[in-house]
């Protein structure tokens, strides 16, 4: 059998990238599309959910407890072949820090979906709270690479081991007073811009900063003061005249001058203000039925 000639050869090629082409054409979109990095595409399925039905840090509860089966594939992929105690290990520090962020989110998301409505009469707390769950943070467990964690272990053994603060404000906590929890997934690549705007966007969340002209105070997320020796050991560098402020005011002065406007830097330029932490709103941030 002889070889083709060229002109064979050429119509077999155009013939072939024909069929490639129209099969190509058919295939999902999600087949074309450029894989995202190992690290983040574990996180796709929890990114599709948090894009639907996250709004400014509120939540459809009611749409994800219609639709648990994307969120309990999610929590289960977090212990999955994909996620053992080998791969992890193997994980850039970020890779591994956006993991348990989501992994924290995600379960109180699956908390509250078990739980939704919420009408507890547990005193102390609001109705729709979070915390009428019995244990939610301290009892309820997660799985993911090989542990079995709940959302104190998490948030108080886990993450202290990365030493980045601002983690602490990416964590939802179902709760009004929680930083806003994000419309998309934490990912390895988008890490820092992610951790950045929870911190720019403190100044601007009156249940996370606030200066009480009035009274000549400020107000903070106690968020701050619960994990005030993470917050401590990375933020202290302040200007003048703050320097003999405690090291935990020095911290969040650290954290937020630069992101306050001019006429707020005057104020606080005297340096005769008292710095307070304000009460924890523990409302549920549900966003079904809110008009």
Not at 25 to 48: C, E, F, I, K, N
Not at 167 to 188: D, K, Q, T, V
Not at 219 to 238: C, H, K, M, N, S
């Amino acid at each position: 059998m002889g070889f083709p000639s060229p002109a064979r050869r050429s119509r077999s090629r155009l013939t072939i990238a024909a069929a490639v082409l129209v099969i190509s054409m058919h295939l999902p979109a999600v087949a074309r599309q450029t894989p995202p990095t190992s690290g983040d595409a574990r996180h796709r399925v929890l990114d599709s959910l948090l894009d639907l039905y996250v709004r400014d840090g509120l939540v459809y509860y009611g749409a994800i407890r219609a639709e648990r089966a994307k969120l309990d594939q999610y929590l289960a992929s977090l212990d999955g072949p994909q996620s053992n105690v080998a791969a992890y290990q193997r994980w850039s520090r970020d890779e591994q820090l956006a993991f348990w962020i989501n992994a924290y989110n995600a379960f109180v998301l699956k908390i509250v979906a078990d739980h939704y409505p919420i009408q507890g009469t547990a005193p102390g707390y609001p109705r729709n709270s979070v915390r009428q769950v019995s244990g939610a943070f301290d009892r309820l467990t997660l799985r993911a690479v090989g542990r079995s964690v709940t959302l104190d272990a998490v948030e108080t053994v886990i993450l202290p081991e990365f030493r980045e603060p601002r983690a602490y404000l990416a964590l939802g906590r179902g709760a009004i007073g929680s930083g806003r929890l994000r419309s998309e997934a934490i990912s390895s690549g988008q890490l820092e811009r992610q951790l950045k705007e929870a911190v720019d966007e403190m100044p601007t969340n009156a249940r996370l900063f606030q200066i009480d002209r009035n009274a000549n105070r400020v107000l903070v997320t106690p968020i701050i003061g619960w994990r005030e020796a993470q917050f401590v050991a990375v933020y202290r560098d302040v200007p003048a005249p703050f320097q003999n402020r405690s090291p935990i005011e020095r911290a969040i002065l650290a954290l937020t001058l630069p992101r306050l406007v001019p006429d707020e830097l005057t104020l606080l330029q005297k340096n005769e203000f008292k710095v307070e932490y304000a009460e924890f709103d523990w409302s549920l941030n549900d966003l079904t039925g809110r008009k």
